[in-house]
């Protein structure tokens, strides 16, 4: 179907309105605050080709997005499912040791007090591969995500003022509580669709594009179909979907696709959902017996993790980035706008080391970058299918949804 309608054709009054809908509706932050992640296809094209395009209502985009602002479902459940293709090189498995050590330390298990249950690390096995999750809530007190794995599943739990987080692999149970059944817990990376499009309505500006584009049935559900695409050129984002479920306003499936072309690079989507109110049994959790039980507060007083266990590699590392680490760093700065923003910060001279200097894990963190020149001098480009990152020579990182030449022109202008 074609496009219904355009944000193109407001007026300044409603211009303003729908500017106040979309801050309402949320933030946006590009997807490099969750380690350049996004999630790629999942196999939901039956579940929206199925049943045919549904006859609803025409919208406008003003007004979808005024509807996804005022979604106020707080009951339900369903299955969801996640994948992620940022093109990433397979580094056999290395890359999950270091996201692990990334989390924070706590999430890894092992004999420094942390637990293989905290959900600062579990949840990062989103960023990779192909997962299914089971979603249940029941107002602000009570919410449950559970990851399922071959044989085997991880829960996450909030009820009331307890946090539970439980690893059926690993018979591990991880525990904190939150200060006031208000808050619910924070997770680490976007779970669910609306999750995303939280995240990418916070982009909507007068330097994007956005209509409604026809309709769909995701999960059982009619949804329209809301499009969000970038009006300036060096993007590495093509087009953000979303179907928003026409009843409710809640998004029910989102697809990131890049500029590139190719399979998405983000699409997640509800295969089954019901808005019913979950069976209260759904949120209790008792601790298995046998489990280890971590407290949140003996976890965050753990050595500092990986140390001892990552042995030579800690110690590479600290090598690269000197006596003083990244200290004396400046802060990270935001050149240009809109989809083009691209975020910089000076490491104080410590650029990527070469093969010479930086010994094996110098010329393996190169093998994997684009060398590149310009007036800014010299220095490596390491691309994903949605995150690209400059490092100069002399210490500058230039990255952002942006192309490789957005960021060489971008080091070249701060000259």
């Known amino acids: 179907m074609a496009p219904i309608d355009s944000d193109d054709n407001t007026t300044a009054g409603e211009g303003e309105e729908l500017r106040a809908g979309r801050r309402r509706a949320a933030r946006y932050v590009v997807p490099v605050a969750v380690m350049g992640v996004a999630a790629a296809t999942i196999g939901l094209v039956p579940a929206l080709a199925d049943s045919g395009d549904p006859d609803l209502p025409k919208v406008t985009a003003e007004q979808l997005i005024e509807k ?14 996640i994948s ?7 580094l056999g498995g290395l890359e999950s040791g270091l996201m692990s050590g990334m989390s924070g330390g706590p999430g890894s298990g092992g004999d420094e007090g942390g637990s293989a249950a905290d959900p600062s690390a579990k949840l990062t096995e989103l960023v990779s591969g192909t997962h299914t999750l089971r979603v249940a809530a029941d107002g602000p007190d009570r919410q449950k995500l559970s990851l399922l794995e071959n044989a085997a599943e991880y829960s996450l739990i909030h009820d009331g003022k307890d946090v539970w987080g439980y690893d059926s692999k690993s018979n591990e149970v991880y525990h904190a509580t939150t200060s006031g059944s208000a808050e619910q817990p924070e997770k680490e990376v976007p779970a669910t669709p609306k999750d995303f499009a939280d995240q990418a309505l916070k982009a909507v500006d007068d330097t994007t594009s956005v209509t409604v584009d026809g309709t769909a049935q995701v999960a059982g559900r009619d949804a329209y179909r809301l499009v969000i695409k970038p009006k300036q050129d060096g993007s590495t984002v093509g087009a953000i979907s979303v179907a928003v479920d026409a009843e409710t306003g809640m998004p ?53 993790h990986g140390r001892e266990a990552e042995g030579g590699l800690a110690e590479e590392m600290d090598g690269l980035k000197g006596t003083d680490g990244l200290k004396g760093t400046d802060g990270p700065k935001v050149i240009g706008e809109g989809w083009n923003s691209i975020a910089t910060f000076d490491t104080g001279g410590q650029g990527l080391p070469t093969a010479s200097a930086g010994g094996d894990l110098g010329g393996f963190l190169g093998s994997f970058g684009d060398q590149v020149k310009g007036d800014f001098g010299s220095g490596t480009v390491f691309k994903t299918r949605l995150v690209n990152a400059l490092i100069t020579d002399d210490g500058k990182v230039y990255a952002g949804a942006v192309t490789k030449d957005a960021l060489v022109k971008a080091a070249d202008a701060a000259q």
């Open 68 to 81: 996804i602002a005022k979604s106020d479902v707080e009951q339900l459940s369903g299955t969801v499912k």
């Open 252 to 304: 029910l499936k989102f697809t990131l696709t890049p500029s590139s072309g190719g399979a998405a690079v983000v699409d997640a989507g509800f295969t089954k959902v019901s808005f019913a109110k979950p069976d209260a049994s759904t949120f209790d959790f008792t601790p298995p017996e046998g489990a280890k039980v971590t407290e949140a507060d003996e976890a965050a007083e753990a050595p500092e």
């Open 84 to 90: 992620t293709d940022l093109g990433l090189p397979d």
